[in-house]
Every structure is written in structure tokens, then in C-alpha cells.
């Protein structure tokens, strides 16, 4: 699949209704974990832009990983960078340069094990009851073996 066409592919799926509600649903833990963990570098805005480009990135880097797309892995890595750190470094670098040198470090581990749990939660490429019916299809042909 060439580059266009797997963007094109993406298009379609940022507008399936499960997958818009799966981000709500992470946006909603983000804001409550914001008030809640009382971080220095935890805060609404950012959780917004992180979600947002998680959103956009996150299952079309997993498709990459995957499916082998050997000559994607520049763009991919460009892509999980710039989501899981590059934004946060922006936007704290501009907000309090102090947070951002206290907790860049800690961050990075932890947004980039959220970022590819986005990519295999949106990784099919789908709707819900096509998901649903390849779950039961799966399940019902592993019960039979």
C-alpha cells in the first residue's frame, strides 16, 4: 500500500463513531488524571493536543509496525516522536520551561506506552459490528481446534 492510499485508509476511520467515543472516553481519564494527580506537567490543554495527535498517528504507526512497511519507519518514528514527545516539549518549553525539564524524562516512558495502546486500540480498520463479527468468527473457528 502506498503512502497516500494508507493515509486515505486513515481518513476513513477517524470518522467511525467507536473510535471517536473510545477518545472521548481516554480524553475524560486524561482530564480527570490532570485534576486529579496534581502533576506540574499535567494539565487540560496538553492532554487535548497529545490525545488529538495520538488520534491522527497512533494506528496508522501500528499499521507500519505490523504489516513490515519497511520504508514508513522514518515517517512512523517522526510521527510516535512528535506525538509522544515533541508536542509536550513545545507546548511545556512555551507554558513553564521548569516542568518541562522536571518531568520530560518521566513522561516520555509513560506517553509512549499510552500512544501504542491508541494504536491497537484503533488498529482495525472497521466498523463495530465488523469487528464484532471477526471476533466471533475467530472465536467461534479457535473452538473448533
Known amino acids: 500500500m502506498n503512502l ?5 485508509a486513515e481518513l476513513t476511520e477517524y ?3 467507536w473510535k ?4 472521548a472516553m481516554g480524553l475524560a481519564l486524561l482530564i480527570v488524571g490532570a485534576f486529579y ?6 494539565d487540560i490543554p496538553i492532554s487535548f493536543i497529545m490525545a488529538f495527535f495520538a488520534y491522527l498517528t497512533a494506528s496508522w504507526s501500528m499499521h507500519v509496525l505490523v504489516e513490515r512497511q519497511w520504508k514508513y519507519i522514518p515517517l512512523m518514528l517522526f510521527f510516535t516522536w512528535l506525538t509522544v514527545d515533541g508536542c509536550y516539549a513545545f507546548y511545556w518549553s512555551i507554558k513553564d520551561p521548569v516542568a518541562l525539564a522536571y518531568m520530560r524524562s518521566a513522561n516520555a516512558p509513560a506517553s509512549l506506552c499510552l500512544y501504542l495502546m491508541c494504536g491497537l486500540v484503533w ?15 475467530f472465536v467461534s473457528l479457535k473452538s473448533k481446534f
Open 15 to 17: 470518522r467511525r463513531p
Open 123 to 137: 488498529y482495525f480498520r472497521g466498523s463495530l459490528k465488523e469487528f464484532l463479527a471477526e471476533m466471533n468468527s
Open 4 to 8: 497516500l492510499n494508507s493515509f486515505k
Open 37 to 42: 494527580y496534581q502533576a506540574p506537567d499535567w
Open 20 to 23: 471517536l467515543v473510545t477518545l
